[in-house]
Each structure stands twice: as C-alpha cells, then as structure tokens.
C-alpha cells in the first residue's frame, strides 16, 4: 500500500486485507520508503494525497511512483488506485489529470454504469450509495478503460483497465478515526474553504459511513481474491 500523506491509516484497508492472509506492506510516498520492484509484489493499492499528480518538481518522488504504477499494470499485477491512486492511473496510462471545476468534500451518491454490475470489485455498491469524497481534480478515462461509475457532480468516479486494475475517485477505504484525524487536521478554516463544516461532515458519517464501511471491506476481500486468482 502506498501513501502520500503523514496522517494517512489506510482505513480499513490492512485490517481487511491481513484477515484474508496477505502480507500487507506499507510505503509511505516521500520519505525514506524505496518502492519495491515490481517482480516483489502480488498486488499494489495507491492511497490519496493533497498533491496533484503533476506537481513532480515538488513532489519528485510522484514521477518514480508514476512509472512504478504503469510497471505494475504492464505486467497484470492486481492495482487498486484511490483518489490521488485512480488520477495516478489514469496519468499512468497517459489520461489527463486536471482541476474539476468544483471541491468535492462529504458523502455524494455514486451511479455505478452497467458495466459495473458484474464487476469483480465495483459490483458491490448499487445506484445512489452514498460515499465519501475529498478531491478538487478529475481526470480522463485512458484508452481502453471500462467506466464503473458517475458522480452527480464529478463524472468520473471510478474505472477498470484490463480485468485487474481499478481507480476510483472516492475514499472508500475511510474508517471513523481517519476521517476524525483528517478533519482534525485540516481544521475547520480548511473545511469551510472547502464548502462544508466539520459538524455537517460528522453528521453525514453518523448517517452513512457504516454502510460504506461494510462495502469497502468486501470491496478490499474481493482485491485479495484477485491478487490470489491466477493471471
């Protein structure tokens, strides 16, 4: 798992993943952290970050993590991209990333495509689930690429290239105690710049959070179920 920021926990990604007997590593993007090679890993998951994934001459380590993740793909290792991860996908397989028009922040309904209904991941949620975000970039489908889901008010919410690799938009991972920290942490100046309030925020995950919760940690079983399928 690769993330991008210091206060980032992955959520109930490496609970979830360790209960279906992987071995679950931890890479934190910047810092003294070395990407593994390719040839070492059954599958990969890119985590969020409050850096585009352009910003390379003030984030140098993103252009390493760029062609890492096009190697990852190249060679049909099982990739899960979330937030910055699904615009790391998408600008790995030469998409453009680049501002969304709007600041996405709070629970929003997803409207998966048909094409998600049978899904090994995406299948999972059904039309106007509600799921979390915090993005102000989108991107563009890569060539080839099968979309899963819209958004009402960001369209591209979540693709899959190939039969094993995935990005989406939103933050399924999230747990109770990361989106306290990030919210926290953010304080809430940052919040209301972003359009919400911290009250509004919490009121949302009292209302939906555990139904995403209980949709990410199957969505994050069926990924350990493909990193164990054979190619």
């Known amino acids: 798992m690769i993330g991008h920021d210091p206060n980032e926990t992955f959520g ?17 993007a910047g810092s003294a952290d070395v990407l593994p090679s390719v040839d070492d890993v059954a599958g990969v998951a890119v985590f969020g970050g409050s850096m585009n994934v352009d910003m390379t001459d003030e984030h140098p380590y993103l252009a390493e993590e760029r062609e890492f993740v096009r190697d990852v793909v190249g060679n ?18 030469d998409g453009r990333v680049y501002p969304a028009g709007i600041r996405e922040l709070g629970f929003n309904a997803l409207r998966p495509t048909p094409q998600a209904s049978d899904d090994p991941l995406l299948s999972v949620f059904a039309d106007g689930d509600m799921v979390f975000h915090w993005h102000e970039d989108t991107f563009e489908l890569p060539h080839g690429a099968t979309l899963l889901a819209r958004g009402d008010d960001v369209p591209m919410q979540a693709f899959r290239i190939g039969e094993r690799a995935w990005g989406v938009q939103f933050h399924l991972e999230i747990d109770r105690p990361e989106l306290e920290l990030w919210l926290k942490s953010a304080g809430e100046d940052v919040v209301r710049a972003w359009g919400s309030t911290t009250e509004r925020l919490i009121d949302e995950a009292d209302r939906h959070l555990d139904a995403q919760e209980a949709k990410a940690r199957e969505v994050f079983r069926r990924f350990a179920d493909v990193v164990s399928a054979p190619v």
């Not at 049909?76 to 397989?93: D, N, T, V």
């Open 12 to 28: 109930v990604a490496p609970t979830t993943l360790s209960a279906s007997g992987k071995d679950v590593r931890m890479h934190r």
């Open 76 to 93: 049909h290792i099982p990739f899960l991209g979330i937030c910055l991860g699904a615009q790391m996908l998408a600008r790995a397989l």
